[in-house]
């Protein structure tokens, strides 16, 4: 199972947020810097998020990120504000491996299929944010309808993968909820990426024995809950 330390950008700087809130941000420095430290820390993959984008400026950070992909050469997925199909074409253009489609996916899924077929499935991830069974957009604040159907219809319309962020856990650093995660990976036959609440080596576990490709680890690897060798091992 592979281990995606996640890199979130707001305002130029590396920050973890609780529960997706923006005065929540604790500030770690810079981008650039925080992935450099995970890479030397054995990743080999990292988890971008454009919190500027997601806030609903998709332009900035812009430099920061491509900054990240011509320095660190690794597998690279990107997710926050991408709300076009011109936004997604420009990140795929510049070099970014994958795409985390959610609000967008959600208002407009005929774009998973475009993009599939321009780029390939395999680079078209769609964004499952739940909070209890909803998915949920606009910023974790409209609850859209049940997460395993739209799970479903987002991999009819071409998405080769799923991000599932666990919003009731995400961010608290108090562990995991694995029913969601396994009647997810069950209901699904695409690679599915599990974030949310893990904190601990027994909660990695917990999620690659539900059959999950990987984790993005946020706060807890930031806080020093866990760091990311151990992460690593219990993924393995």
């Not at 430290?37 to 990292?46: D, I, M, P, R, V």
Request: overall charge negative; hydrophobic content about 40%.
């Amino acid at each position: 199972m592979k281990v995606f330390p996640a890199v979130d950008i707001l305002g130029g700087s590396c920050v973890q947020l609780v529960q997706g809130k923006r005065e929540s941000a604790t500030i770690y420095g810079n981008p650039l810097t925080c992935a450099q430290n995970w890479l030397s820390k054995g990743a080999s993959s990292l988890h971008i998020v454009n919190l500027d984008g997601a806030f609903g400026s998709s332009t900035k950070n812009v430099e920061i990120i491509r900054s990240i992909i011509a320095d660190t050469g690794v597998e690279l997925q990107l997710g926050g504000g991408i709300r076009s199909l011109d936004d997604a074409r420009s990140w795929l253009d510049t070099g970014i491996d994958r795409v985390i489609l959610s609000t967008f996916a959600v208002s407009n899924p005929e774009c998973l299929t475009t993009l599939s077929d321009e780029y390939g499935s395999e680079r078209i991830m769609a964004g499952t944010d739940a909070r209890n069974g909803q998915i949920v957009v606009d910023g974790w604040e409209r609850a859209a309808g049940d997460y395993l159907d739209w799970a479903e219809a987002f991999i009819s319309r071409g998405a080769g993968s799923l991000l599932f962020t666990n919003v009731n856990v995400e961010g608290l650093c108090k562990g995991v909820e694995s029913k969601p995660v396994r009647d997810l990976i069950h209901r699904v036959k695409v690679p599915v990426i599990v974030a949310g609440g893990i904190s601990s080596q027994q909660d990695v576990a917990i999620i690659r024995d539900a059959g999950a490709f990987g984790i993005v680890l946020g706060s807890a690897l930031y806080s020093g809950n866990i760091t990311l060798e151990q992460a690593i091992e219990a993924a393995s």
